[in-house]
């Protein structure tokens, strides 16, 4: 799979301990920074993976700030992307299950490495359900375009 990778200075470490984890397991994976914990705005970071997912040069985004909600919220300024910042498995389940997410937000604040690639791997390699949910993932999109 190929995955978009950014974070910010609060997500960098655990951003390089995934980034580490899914080359390893032998995704392709693109990283669109930081590359310190030098203070740095996630907005920046946000918007260069969303934009990788929104035109499907990626198959998913992934990333990190202290809790993961500021990169969610910038993220999802980007029409065509759907990301959902979680903390637990069943979020993440739901998420890809019901809500189709193409990036996952993580807060390094309260994750360490093992969690954060649990919850990875579990976003990896869920899937869509379609159905009811598909006619309200469509229903987001016809809102991007109003």
């Known amino acids: 799979m190929k995955i978009a990778l950014g974070a910010d200075h609060a997500g960098f470490a655990l951003k390089e301990q995934l980034r580490r984890r899914l080359a390893e397991e032998g995704h392709e ?4 920074g930081t590359d310190s914990g030098e203070s740095c705005d996630y907005p920046d970071f946000a918007q260069a993976v969303a934009r990788e997912v929104a035109q499907a040069r990626v198959d998913r985004g992934i990333l990190v700030c202290s809790t993961g909600i500021g990169m969610a919220i910038a993220a999802n300024k980007v029409a065509g992307v759907r990301a959902a910042p ?23 604040r309260y994750l360490d490495e093992q969690r954060a690639a649990g919850l990875v791997d579990l976003f990896l390699n869920t899937g869509f359900l379609g159905g009811r949910h598909a006619r309200r993932v469509a229903k987001i999109a016809q809102l991007e375009e109003s």
């Open 29 to 32: 994976v693109m990283d669109f």
């Open 86 to 108: 979680a903390e637990s498995e069943d979020e993440v389940r739901l998420t890809r299950e019901h809500n189709d997410a193409n990036v996952l937000t993580l807060g390094a």
